[in-house]
């Protein structure tokens, strides 16, 4: 049963607003490609610029998104992070967020309607409904490598794993969830001009695609309205089937964090739900919702700093923060729940970023399906 959020979110207006896109990173191209857009799947990272206007005092949130901090050395250098939840280390403690998915309905200039609420190609159910019914939101068993880390929630198993010396230790019962969601019950709707996005046919529906300069200007509007959501909320916009365009195709996803600090700050999840075969790699349903739903636990804001390194979607450049989801883009396992074979992605561990050997995450791993042997060499 997908529950209507209550509240002015309902109420997005598109205006005319001015947005610079200066400062997001663009991961590079890796070995998967699109069978039918000119590019390849990656994801952006958008680090939270947290500023204070000149002459005002910087307020504290009466529910700040719930955080703790950590840090490891590497070469005499120490690198802070933050993450969602509460220090494993601490004991065995719960925290739920609660998820907010607002669908977003694409229409475009040649008639062509992308949305997440209606059936999706071959299938008895929409995006939003099989995403709601997922390893994302419902709870099954997860064993990497036949250890069991839990019945639960995927993305609180990948954190359960990346913890595992605490979690198998001193903090059995530690936990970091995702309620049920509550779902806009109609889809919000975005008109493309032809200037900016076009469709081309699929393996099932057609695809989208979408500039991101347009998108981004729709997005800052609609985020100045919704005033309901708070930061210990997670608000996720959900797409079906639509990327977005800067220097060619396909971004399939971001997260966010936009306020004046940390403690007031709203975290924001955009994802993309797609047919199976768009991509050469099998990248498909909730594969891109569960790179950012991770990379939103391991780093909200956006500001983890990392030693360089080289993989997946950054293959060939030098990235330097601790995106979990970015090494492993379009590495996917199968998960049958709810009579569905879903498709999330492998995410890597925090010794891998660390150069920590041997891993203290599950099995001595370095991602959650064992994509690594051993860390990566250091790039500048």
């Not at 947290?50 to 700040?64: D, E, M, Q, V």
């Not at 969830?177 to 779902?183: A, D, G, I």
């Not at 396992?333 to 709810?338: C, M, R, S």
Request: net charge negative.
């Amino acid at each position: 049963m997908l529950n209507p959020r209550v509240g002015n979110i309902r109420y997005i207006v598109l205006a005319t607003v001015g947005m610079a896109v200066a400062g997001i990173a663009v991961g590079q191209t890796g070995g998967s490609k699109s069978r039918y857009l000119d590019g390849s799947p990656r994801f952006l990272t958008l680090p939270a610029n947290f500023t204070t206007p000149a002459g005002a005092a910087a307020t504290t949130a009466s529910a700040p998104l719930p955080v703790w901090t950590g840090s490891f050395v590497f070469n005499g250098s120490t690198f802070p992070y933050t993450m969602v939840g509460t220090d494993p280390a601490a004991g065995s403690q719960t925290t739920t967020v609660q998820a907010i998915i607002v669908p977003l309905k694409f229409a475009f200039s040649d008639g062509t309607v992308l949305d997440p609420t209606a059936l999706a190609f071959g299938s008895s159910q929409s995006a939003v409904h099989s995403t709601v019914m997922s390893p994302l939101f419902q709870s099954t068993s997860f064993a990497p490598g036949g250890t069991n880390v839990g019945t639960t929630q995927y993305i609180d198993a990948f954190q359960r794993a990346n913890f595992w010396d605490e979690v198998s230790t001193i903090s059995p019962d530690y936990h970091v969830r995702l309620t049920q969601p509550f779902v806009l019950s109609s889809a919000v709707q975005v008109n493309v001009p032809s200037l900016f996005g076009n469709t081309v046919r699929g393996p099932g529906a057609r695809i989208g695609q979408v500039s991101l300069f347009y998108f981004n200007l729709w997005l800052t509007a609609a985020l100045s309205k919704i005033t309901s959501v708070q930061p210990n909320e997670l608000l996720i916009f959900l797409t079906y089937n639509t990327f977005f365009t800067q220097q060619g195709c396909c971004i399939l996803g971001f997260h966010q964090a936009t306020g004046l600090s940390p403690s007031t700050a709203r975290t924001v999840v955009v994802a993309a739900y797609n047919d199976t075969g768009v991509f050469t790699d099998p990248i498909e349903d909730v594969h891109a919702l569960s790179h950012e739903l991770g990379e939103w636990m391991d780093d909200p804001f956006g500001n983890n700093p990392t030693p360089g390194w080289s993989a997946g979607q950054a293959a060939g450049a030098c990235q330097k923060n601790l995106e979990v989801g970015d090494p492993v883009t379009g590495i996917a396992f199968n998960v049958k729940l709810n009579g569905m074979t879903y498709h999330p992605e492998d995410l890597v561990f925090l010794p891998w970023f660390a150069r920590q050997s041997p891993s203290a995450s599950v099995n001595g791993w370095y991602s959650f399906l064992n994509s690594f042997a051993a860390p990566p060499a250091v790039c500048r």
